[in-house]
T-cell receptor
Framework: AQKITQTQPGMFVQEKEAVTLDCTYDTSDPSYGLFWYKQPSSGEMIFLIYQGSYDQQNATEGRYSLNFQKARKSANLVISASQLGDSAMYFC??????????????FGTGTRLKVLA | NAGVTQTPKFRVLKTGQSMTLLCAQDMNHEYMYWYRQDPGMGLRLIHYSVGEGTTAKGEVPDGYNVSRLKKQNFLLGLESAAPSQTSVYFC????????????????FGPGTRLLVL
């Protein structure tokens, strides 16, 4: 079973509008973290936002917010006021503990966002 | 503070050749990871290390070997390259689970593009 699922291979949004990128996850670890990364065409991975499993409030970082619905196991990324520079691939990732007491990260397959002028 | 660096940035190999990819980090992170990124498949973990002298297999370890002789370096080796190993390889590092830095994400290198003919 997929641990991280991103069901939208591609999305379009009009400049200045908001867009939501979906992410659902599956884990039995009560202490986990959820991350979103942006990968522009240049290829580097840019960290956007983090949500801990015990955080009561949704994380926000500037125009990025994470809509965390723990019971539904979803961690959707909301980008407000889209800009042309937001066009990129977006990855959702989960950090969970391992039986050996360490961490591991699991990535979704990504959503390619195109912002239209 | 260079963060995570990868050498080389791009390489072309012939089937059967060997090579080593070097990853270096200057953030004193305990954990280091090697991923490969293929179209439509997100990032998949090849091998990882939770400390100097220790390595472990990830999701797709076959055909690769790794070594972590120094805390700051993590080497990925291909003993006999195959066309299926054509990919973009990312190295990442992160603090350990016991470091008290749970809010920190993985930090990624710029990637190495490998083409195996």
């Amino acid at each position: 079973a997929q641990k991280i699922t991103q069901t939208q291979p591609g999305m379009f949004v009009q400049e200045k509008e908001a867009v939501t990128l979906d992410c659902t996850y599956d884990t039995s670890d009560p202490s986990y973290g959820l991350f979103w990364y942006k990968q522009p065409s240049s290829g580097e991975m840019i960290f956007l936002i983090y949500q801990g499993s015990y955080d009561q409030q949704n994380a926000t970082e500037g125009r990025y917010s994470l809509n965390f619905q723990k019971a539904r196991k979803s961690a959707n990324l909301v980008i407000s006021a889209s800009q042309l520079g937001d066009s990129a691939m977006y990855f959702c990732a989960m950090r969970e503990g391992t039986t050996s007491g360490t961490y591991k990260y699991i990535f979704g397959t990504g959503t390619r966002l195109k912002v239209l002028a | 503070n260079a963060g995570v660096t990868q050498t080389p940035k791009f390489r072309v190999l012939k089937t059967g050749q060997s090579m080593t990819l070097l990853c270096a980090q200057d953030m004193n992170h305990e954990y280091m990871y090697w991923y490969r990124q293929d179209p439509g498949m997100g990032l998949r973990l090849i091998h990882y290390s939770v400390g100097e002298g220790t390595t472990a297999k990830g999701e797709v370890p076959d055909g690769y070997n790794v070594s972590r002789l120094k805390k700051q370096n993590f080497l990925l080796g291909l003993e006999s390259a195959a066309p299926s190993q054509t990919s973009v390889y990312f190295c990442a590092s992160s603090p350990s689970r016991t470091s008290g830095r749970a809010l920190e994400t993985q930090y990624f290198g710029p990637g190495t593009r490998l083409l195996v003919l």
